[in-house]
C-alpha cells in the first residue's frame, strides 16, 4: 500500500460516491427471488445489503482500492451484496446466482487494479468474503489455513503470534487481500527465496460452479493445479487455503537507500538490473523511481531511485555481500536496521518497523484513482533506455515505477508447475503506476491514461517479447478483455497468453471441463471452449 499512500487518500476518501441508478422493477424482482432462494439454500442467517439499505454504499466502498473503475459511467453497481458467515452461504449464494441467471463477482481484498471484484457492466451479485478470514496456525507442523477474506498483513501477524521465525512469502503491500493474491500467483520480499505464494500452497477448499466444496483430494490434479496462479475468478470461490509456511532467520536487515540523478542514479540503477537477480537468495533489493526535487539546483524535478532492500540476515553478514556484489551503492553499517521478519513486513507495508504491530490488521478504507501496467524485463537495459524513461517520468507529477528482482528462487521452478510463468530468465518485473486525484475529472484521467499509453509503447523494445509478459495480479484491461466474460479461445489468448504464456492452454481445458457453462466469469477470465467444441 504504501506507494499509493499520498495526499489524495484522505481526499477522495472523504468524497462520497452517489452515482445512482434507478432501481429497475426487474432488478428488484431478481433480488426478491434471490433473497427468497438464499434464506431457503442457507439455513441460518446470511447478511446481504441491496442498493435500500443505508449501508449499501459504505459496505461496497469499505473494501476496494482503485477508485477509477466505479467512476466509469459504463459500470453498474451490484444489484445485492452478501456477506457470508459461513461457508455453506457460499455455496448458496452460488447456487441461486446460478438459478437466477445473475452474474456473481467474488471479493476478497478488493485491490484488484481494474475493479473486476466490484463493477461489472451487466448486473450482478457481489460475495464479500469479509466475514470468512480465520487463520489457523500450526507452528508445529509449520502449516497454517487461512480463509480467503483475510489480509496479507492478519496473516503475518497470525504467524508472528506463534513463532517469530516462521513466515510466508506473499505481498509487500499487508492491505492485500489473500483470496485474490493467492489465485494469482502473488509475491512479496521473500520471492527469491522461496518463490510466490501459489508455490506454497498445500490444500484449498473452493465451491464450485454447482455449488460444491471441493478440496485437493476431491477436486483433483487439474484444478488444484489451475487455482494456484490461473488469476481470480475463473474456476470457483476459494474459501481457504492451507499453505506451508517458511523459516525466516531471528534477525532480519532492512535498509533504503536514495540516490537523484544528479548522485549518479542512472548508473547505479543499471548496475543493479545485473547484480540485484544474481544477489544470495537472502536479499531482496527493489528499485523505487519517484520524482523528487534536485539536489543541486533548486526548485528542478529530478527522478530518485529508492534501493528498498531487506536481507534475510545480520548487518555483518550484509555488508560484506554488498562490499562484493554492489559496492557502488556505498551501503553503511548506519543505514541498516536489524529487526524481526515479522516487522520487515510494516516497514514494506509503509508503516514504522518500529511501531505497533498491529498496524498489520488495518484495512484502508481509503482509495486512489490510479491506472497500472506491468512488464518484465530478461535483458538489462542500456542506458540509454533508462534515460528515455527519465525523460518520460519527469513529464508527469505522481508517477510510480517499481523493478523487482526475480532470479534466486524463482529461476528453480519450472513455468508450468504453477499456471504463474514468469520464470528462470526474468531479471525483473516493473510495475508502472500513475495516481490522480479523481476529482481532477475526466478530461485529466484521460491525460493520465494516455501517458501511460505512450510510456508503456516505449518500453517496447526493452522488455519480453512474443508474449509480451505481463503480472496477472496487475489486472490490465488494455491487454483486452470481453465485455461480457465470453471470450474465444483465440480472443481469451491476447491477454491470457500473456499472463501464463504456454499455460493459457491448460487453463482452457480445466476452465471448459470444470465450468463448460462458463458460470465464473469476467472481463478477462479463462474461457470456456466447451459449448464451441473449439480446436485447442
Ligand atoms: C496497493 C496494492 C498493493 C499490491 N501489492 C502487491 C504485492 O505486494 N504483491 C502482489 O503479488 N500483488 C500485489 N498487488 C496486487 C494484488 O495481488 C491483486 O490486486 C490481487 O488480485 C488482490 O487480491 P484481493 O483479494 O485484494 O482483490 P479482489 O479485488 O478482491 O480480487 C481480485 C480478483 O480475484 C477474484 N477473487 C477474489 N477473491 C476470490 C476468491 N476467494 N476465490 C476466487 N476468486 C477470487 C476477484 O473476483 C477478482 O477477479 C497489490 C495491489 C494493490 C492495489
Ligand atoms: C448499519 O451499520 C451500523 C453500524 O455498523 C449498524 O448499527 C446498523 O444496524 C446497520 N444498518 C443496517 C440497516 O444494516
Ligand atoms: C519455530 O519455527 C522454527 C522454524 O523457523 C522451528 O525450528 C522451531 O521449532 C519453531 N518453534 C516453535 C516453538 O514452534
Ligand atoms: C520538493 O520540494 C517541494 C517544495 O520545496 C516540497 O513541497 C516537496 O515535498 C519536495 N518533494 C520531495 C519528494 O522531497
Ligand atoms: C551475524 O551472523 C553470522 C551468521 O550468519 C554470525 O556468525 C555472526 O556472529 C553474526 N554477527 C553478529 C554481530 O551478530
Ligand atoms: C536457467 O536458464 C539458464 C540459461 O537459460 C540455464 O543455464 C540454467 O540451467 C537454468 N536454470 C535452471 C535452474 O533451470
Ligand atoms: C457477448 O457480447 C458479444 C459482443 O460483445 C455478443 O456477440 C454475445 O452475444 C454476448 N454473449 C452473451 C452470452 O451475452
Known sequence: MGIFSNAYLLVVSLFIFSISFGAASTTSDIH????????????TYTPTYTKTNPNYTSILESNIYNQRPLSS???????????????????ASVICSKKHGVQLK??????????LSYVSDVPFVIVDMINLRAINVNAKDGTAWVQSGATLGELYYRIAEKNRTLGFPAAVCTTVGVGGQFSGGGYGSLLRKYGVAGDNVIDVRIVDAHGQILNKETMG???????????????????????KLVPVP???????????????????????????????????MRVILTLGNSTTEKGKKTIQASFNSMYLGNTTRLLLVMKERFPELGLKSKDCTETSWVRSTLYFGNFPADGPLNNLLSRSKAANTFKAKSDYVRRPIPKIGLEGLWRRVLTKENPVIIFTPYGGRMNEISESEIPFPHRNGTLYMIMYV???????????SKKYLTWMTNLYRYMAPFVSKCPREAYVNYRDLDLGQSKNGTASYLSG??????????NYKRLVQVKSKFDPENFFKHEQSIPSVASYRSTI
Open 73 to 91: 459511467s459504463t459500470n453498474l453497481k451490484p444489484i445485492l451484496i452478501i456477506t457470508p458467515l459461513q461457508e455453506s452461504q457460499v455455496q
Open 32 to 43: 426478491e427471488n434471490f433473497l427468497q432462494c438464499l434464506s431457503l439454500n442457507s439455513h
Open 221 to 243: 490434479e487439474d484444478l488444484f493445479w489451475a487455482i494456484r496462479g490461473g488469476g481470480g475468478g475463473s474456476f470457483g470461490v476459494v474459501l481457504s487455503w492451507k499453505i
Open 106 to 115: 467474488v471479493r476478497s481484498g478488493g485491490h484488484d487494479y481494474e475493479g
Open 250 to 284: 531471528p534477525t532480519v536487515t532492512l535498509f533504503t537507500i536514495t540516490k537523484t540523478l544528479e548522485e549518479g542514479a542512472t548508473g547505479l540503477v543499471h548496475k543493479w538490473q545485473e547484480v540485484a537477480p544474481k544477489f544470495p537468495n537472502e536479499l531482496f
Open 434 to 444: 500513475v495516481i490522480w486525484n479523481k476529482e481532477e475529472g475526466v478530461e485529466t
Open 493 to 502: 489468448g491476447t491477454w491470457g497468453k500473456r499472463y501464463f504464456k504456454g
